[in-house]
């Protein structure tokens, strides 16, 4: 369908016709907003050596991990990506809300066909109310296991953090290493029906640290000045694990969650999921210690399957005072920093309540009060029959596969958000997703004697404007586990969270509507429940999916459609001339 669209002449003109309307007024109000910020991204392969072993992995500009993008709140960027690669890539800009600029969102099928080997596109989007951390990376395949790099998103000119002003700012990205190819990993595993192999290693900032073989080179080093207040900007861009973070010996206080200001708090452990970014104030000794302090992180695993149980560790050192190195240069010894269990679902239950919203005047929490539309969605693994042509692991030659409210996603071979715009949904996809899961059963309990899943491409469709509550539930069907969820194009409030079966009765009783955590990925916790609120302002089609890169090849995924509202600000502008084709 995209083709032969494309292919008129006539077509093209009147989409750059109505490109130039919408741009040009759109420009006029920009007139008084931030500065446009231009980047590159030349997507290549690079070889990189660690674990004593060297492969060739995909790259922006050679870097790994990726660069680092920085601009201020009100800011447009425009980032030209050049695919050099034999991979269709595209990219996301993860919490980025895409205020009406859908087509910048990256997943591929969802928002836009892939960037082919030799093509560009350019994503262009303006950055609008967020501040603080947030990060890129590919969206299609298992391609994010290299590409990907921090955004850093500072407050507007002249507005300060609503916390002391750090002496220095640090990103700390962590991210998940393969020896083999990963791509060729994932193709396996969907081709024979089995689980990807886990990963060998974690990384800070690219780099393993000395408890893996030949690393100790390899270690990320953070250098600070007693007395000093540091700002770490924490980014978990692993693919498959939840991650336990700690500082040997030092406190950090939680001051931001996925870009948004929270009610410090001080911790000596952070739980941090794929998709979700945090900023912590870590502030250093009144004095020069005679030690190392270990930067550890190291999983939270919650599910039966088999998992990467290693541990990847920074050193935090202390800048020597003139005195202390002229004394002589004797050997540090190396704190190691103590890490909740690995399964320790207590904790992480404990840590993410206490992170809570300012509510202030100036930036207060807008918690949908009332409710539109109510949605019930179980989210979890079953299994699905095999082709006839394929041999798989599972019994009745069947294989794994993850489902909300049992419908396993079915990735079109368009984008959604074409179809979408240009009312051509049929044989696309289908608006009929259910609200409540097909049937009722024990979520957290015995599993029911049929774990067979449906599979196809359905989203839910919502007038502009809808407020929309929705309780995600885990379910124990191939063993229950924790499940990040990210929303793209939106911002949710966290309501509550508990562990069971949710209740429609009692349950709501504890919704927090004051000052709950506003996020774009949250933890669905494992044999549990949490429940969110959104308001659905942003129109175009917005993916929903686990942030488990495994689940997602395995169907956990779904999509909204986000209708345009009556006045221009609440239409979704035609797609720029250069969107990929199909």
């Known amino acids: 369908m995209v083709s032969v669209l494309a292919s008129s002449d ?20 920009a007139k008084h907003a931030g500065v446009t910020r231009h980047y590159k991204f030349d997507i ?14 995909v790259t922006v500009n050679g870097q790994f991990p990726g660069p680092r993008i920085i601009a201020r709140e009100g800011d447009r960027l425009l980032i030209k990506v050049v695919n050099h690669v034999q991979y269709n890539v595209t990219l996301h800009w993860h919490g980025i809300r895409q205020l009406r600029s ?15 080997t030799g093509q560009s596109y350019v994503y262009n989007f303006t950055i609008t109310g967020q501040r603080g951390t947030l990060f890129w990376h590919a969206h299609i395949s298992w391609l994010r296991a290299t590409l990907y790099g921090p955004i850093v998103i500072l407050p507007k000119r002249h507005a300060s953090y609503p916390f002391p002003q750090p002496y220095n700012e640090v990103p700390i990205v962590f991210g998940e290493w393969w020896k083999a190819d990963t791509e060729t990993i994932i193709n396996q595993a969907m081709a024979t029906g089995g689980a990807p192999n886990i990963s060998d290693a974690f990384t800070i900032n690219g780099l393993p640290g000395p408890s893996y073989n030949c690393s100790a080179k390899e270690t990320f080093k953070l250098k600070v000045k007693a007395g000093k207040t540091y700002l770490l900007r924490l980014v978990n861009a692993a693919l498959n694990d939840e991650l336990f973070f700690r500082i040997a010996n030092h406190t950090l206080t939680v001051v931001e969650a996925d870009a948004v200001y929270v009610k410090p708090f001080k911790t000596d452990t952070v739980l941090i999921t794929p ?31 088999i998992f990467d149980n290693t541990t990847t560790i920074g050193i935090l050192e202390y800048e020597k005072s003139v005195l202390a190195s002229k004394s002589g240069n004797k050997k540090l010894p190396l704190l190691k920093a103590k890490l909740p269990q690995f399964n320790d679902s207590a904790y992480a239950m404990k840590f993410n309540r206490k992170i809570r919203s300012l509510a202030t005047a100036k930036l207060p929490a807008k918690v949908p009060k009332k409710v539109d539309r109510r949605f019930f969605f179980t989210v979890g693994l079953g299994i699905l029959p095999c082709a006839k042509t394929q041999t798989c692991q599972g019994p009745n030659n069947t294989r794994p596969a993850a489902a909300v409210n049992n419908v396993s996603f079915v990735q079109p071979n368009i984008a959604l958000l074409q179809a979408h715009f240009f ?12 609200t409540n899961p097909p049937f009722k059963f024990n979520y957290t309990g015995t599993p029911p004697k049929n ?16 407020s929309v509550e929705l309780v995600l539930q885990d379910t124990s069907i191939l063993g229950a586990e924790s499940h990040p969820l990210h929303l793209h194009g939106f911002n949710f409030f966290v309501l509550a969270q508990g562990v069971g079966n949710f209740d429609p009765k009692n349950d709501p009783a504890k919704f927090n509507l004051v000052d709950p955590a506003e996020r774009n990925t949250v933890g669905v916790p494992s044999g549990g429940w949490v429940a969110i609120r959104f308001l659905a302002d942003n129109p175009g089609v917005w993916f929903m999916h686990c942030h488990l890169e495994v689940h997602t090849s395995w169907g956990l995924k779904m999509a909204w459609v986000v209708n345009d509202g009556k006045g221009r600000k609440q239409k979704l502008p035609p797609p720029p001339a250069d969107l990929p084709k199909c």
């Not at 087509?103 to 928002?111: E, H, I, L, N, S």
């Not at 774990?451 to 502009?464: C, Q, R």
Request: charged letters at 15%; one cysteine or more.
């Open 10 to 29: 006539i077509f093209r003109a009147l989409l750059l016709a109505l490109s130039a309307v919408w741009l040009l007024s759109d420009l006029a109000l």
């Open 44 to 57: 290549k392969m690079q070889s990189v050596t660690r674990l004593c072993q060297t492969k060739s992995i």
């Open 102 to 116: 859908g087509w910048a969102d990256g997943p591929a099928y969802v928002t836009q066909c892939p960037i082919q």
């Open 275 to 305: 998709g979700q970014t945090t900023n912590v104030l870590l502030r250093a000794k009144s004095k020069t210690p005679s030690a190392k302090f270990a930067m550890s992180a190291r999983p939270y695993a919650t599910g039966p399957a």
């Open 423 to 434: 009312n051509k949904s049929k044989g696309v996809y289908t608006t009929n997703f259910p």
């Open 451 to 466: 774990i067979a899943l449906s599979s196809g491409t359905k989203v839910v469709a919502l007038p502009f404007n809808t």
